[in-house]
């Protein structure tokens, strides 16, 4: 019986515990990472660069961004973005985030994700 109890509660131990190693954080800021096909030159990626710029620029949470063309690989656009602080804006970087994921869907020939970071490395 004892046995029994024991592995029943494990069960439950096991169901009851969070699985996340360490839960998002609001830091402030998005990294947004976008790539465009392979038979795309620099200039069309540019291109796209400045139509993700109006994308921030309809977020009035957006303190600041920069982007790096052509980084990490010859297709691909790296960008940081910086929120206001907590009290100058209403929503948390976790609910901005899939507005702005939303937002860059609609560039066209340009297949992005916005990811909130995590704390540990």
Same mark, same amino acid.
């Given at each position: 019986?004892?046995?029994?109890?024991?592995?029943?509660?494990?069960?439950?131990?096991?169901?009851?515990?969070?699985?996340?190693?360490?839960?998002?954080?609001?830091?402030?800021?998005?990294?947004?990472?976008?790539?465009?096909?392979?038979?795309?030159?620099?200039?069309?990626?540019?291109?796209?660069?400045?139509?993700?710029?109006?994308?921030? !620029?309809?977020?009035?949470?957006? #303190?600041?961004?920069?982007?790096?063309?052509?980084?990490?690989?010859? =297709? &691909?656009?790296? $960008?940081?973005?910086?929120? !206001?602080?907590?009290?100058?804006? #209403?929503?948390?970087?976790?609910?901005?985030?899939?507005?702005?994921? =939303? &937002?860059?869907? $609609?560039?066209?020939?340009?297949?992005?994700?916005?990811?909130?970071?995590?704390?540990?490395?």
């Amino acid at each position: 019986a004892i046995w029994f109890l024991a592995i029943i509660g494990c069960i439950y131990f096991y169901h009851s515990t969070p699985k996340e190693l360490e839960p998002k954080d609001d830091e402030g800021f998005f990294q947004v990472i976008g790539s465009a096909p392979d038979s795309t030159n620099n200039q069309f990626l540019r291109e796209n660069s400045k139509r993700l710029n109006a994308v921030y !620029k309809k977020f009035p949470a957006i #303190e600041s961004y920069n982007y790096i063309v052509s980084i990490p690989t010859e =297709h &691909q656009v790296l $960008s940081f973005v910086r929120l !206001k602080p907590w009290g100058d804006r #209403e929503l948390s970087s976790l609910q901005l985030q899939p507005m702005l994921q =939303h &937002q860059i869907n $609609s560039i066209p020939g340009l297949q992005a994700v916005a990811i909130v970071p995590s704390v540990l490395p």
